[in-house]
């Protein structure tokens, strides 16, 4: 809590944090600026991915912030730095919604003062930073409950898409007559099976036209 205590008055600390259930994703932002009561935000979405809530919340976070006067310096705490890095990704990519607006929100505030600046910081959830604990405890404490069926974005059924052809090529190398003869199982630093995964910008992206 070193950090949030000893913020300058001219400096913003915004904390992120997502948790999907039940494809129910909750978005979370804690907002600290000295001598001001902490800001929390919790938002809700069906149908969406992990990376969508993030941008979000980001986004809000910034919304909130740019708009304080003395604020000069902004630091935003995330475990999806990946994530973060699409708002400076100028190729076309379905988060553009999101990323056009926090680019707006950013123009604005750099243009108050020459001064103006922000940081992104990375803060993986095993750190335990107890800011960034706080944000993951309430991101976790929502219990969804399952939902009729309703808008689905196009970056969530490509997730779909991709989990599907995932597990057919699990079972079509389990079923594999040439498995234990011409393949290992690659094991990480838990002794897990390393899987084909296409999450935090992994190498493996499967579709019909690519092999893992």
Request: aromatic residues 8%; contains cysteine; glycine residues 2%.
């Amino acid at each position: 809590m070193t950090i949030v205590s000893s913020l300058s008055p001219h400096m913003a600390l915004i904390v992120s944090d997502t948790n999907i259930k039940y494809d129910i994703a909750t978005s979370v932002s804690h907002i600290h600026i000295q001598d001001k009561p902490l800001i929390k935000t919790v938002h809700h979405a069906v149908f969406i991915t992990s990376a969508e809530a993030e941008l979000f919340v980001i986004r809000y976070g910034l919304n909130q912030v740019c708009n304080e006067e003395e604020i000069s310096k902004i630091i935003v705490v995330t475990d999806s730095i990946h994530t973060a890095k699409k708002i400076f990704d100028m190729k076309s990519h379905p988060y553009q919604i999101h990323t056009t607006a926090i680019l707006k929100e950013l123009r604005q505030f750099f243009s108050k003062r020459q001064e103006n600046h922000i940081e992104f910081w990375e803060c993986p959830s095993h750190l335990k930073w107890n800011p960034h604990r706080s944000a993951d405890k309430d991101s976790k404490a929502f219990k969804p409950v399952p939902v009729l069926p309703s808008k689905t974005s196009w970056d969530f059924c490509k997730k779909i898409d991709s989990d599907n052809y995932i597990n057919l090529w699990k079972m079509t190398f389990q079923a594999s007559d040439g498995k234990g003869n011409h393949f290992l199982d690659l094991m990480d630093d838990n002794l897990e099976t390393i899987e084909p995964s296409y999450t935090k910008g992994g190498p493996c992206v499967v579709s019909q036209d690519s092999k893992c």
